[in-house]
């Protein structure tokens, strides 16, 4: 009985040439295509049902088992991803946080995307952000900038170093107050393209979360703001996660049981302990492997990113 499954992680999926940013890491749609057909070819696509099934009841799942996932709300995912999905009778499974979707917010994950997105290049953005960090952080609370740099190293498979110290800073690794002042301040100087317009052209809309749920497509918890959900105390884990179930509900998706996608892959006991007591009988992390339910935690299951499938060439 096969217990293997392989699950899949895309993000952004756009003609990246015609795009107003094409410096951003996403997977061009023809490439998305192909790579689909190849997934169709070597793989059994199950959806989210499968899953659930397997790790509740027992129920086994087919050979080259694969379910594809796509994170953070991304229009993308209604105009590019869902027609090939559904024209293929592929499931797959979505997980937009709620906040970008209810609040139409600029989620800060996509503003750092965006600002490294920009004609500046990474030393520059990190110059400028060290600068600012230093001009209004508190000295006592911050530590120097090779601490910084030795903080991060090795952290990321797919970004050079100076990209993955951006990243960290902006996402983690700074006192919040600081970090959200920092980078909207970046976002000001590099991004030439107002919030409310970006984040329009950014994310779905509650319907349209809703027709792909219509359509068969599953629909679970990213949480509330895309945050480091390891680093939050268990009072704020708790909101963001019910904020999240409230946006679930207005979808109409199940709360009986159901998947959590976790914000860049971070978890800990105490968040998996609140997921659990709410229903959720599935995690999906970042760690890069092939998934055994009959071996991995349920709450912590591996994932390939779509950079680690095959490159499919065109015909």
Known sequence: MSRELTIIMYHYVRALSRSRYPQIKGLPTDDFRRQIEYVQEHYTVIGADRLLQAVTEGAPLPPKAALLTFDDGYLDHFTNVFPLLDAKGLPGCFFPPARCVLDREVLAVNKIHYILASPASPTEIADRLFELMEAWGEPDALRSREAYREAVAGDHRFDEPQVVLIKRLLQRELPTPLRTRILDRLFDTYVDVQEEVLAEELYMGLDQVRCLRRHGMYVGSHGDRHAWMDR??????????????????????????????????????????????????????????????????????????TNDMPKVQGH
């Open 232 to 305: 939050l105390d268990p009072e704020e884990q708790r909101k963001d996660i019910d904020r999240s179930l409230e946006f679930l509900d207005q979808v109409g998706a199940s709360l009986d049981r159901w998947i959590m996608c976790y914000p860049y892959g971070a978890h800990d006991a105490s968040l998996r302990s609140c997921i659990r007591d709410r229903g959720c009988v599935a995690g999906l992390t970042t760690r890069a492997e092939t998934g055994d339910l009959g071996e991995d935690d349920p709450l912590r299951l591996p994932r390939w990113d």
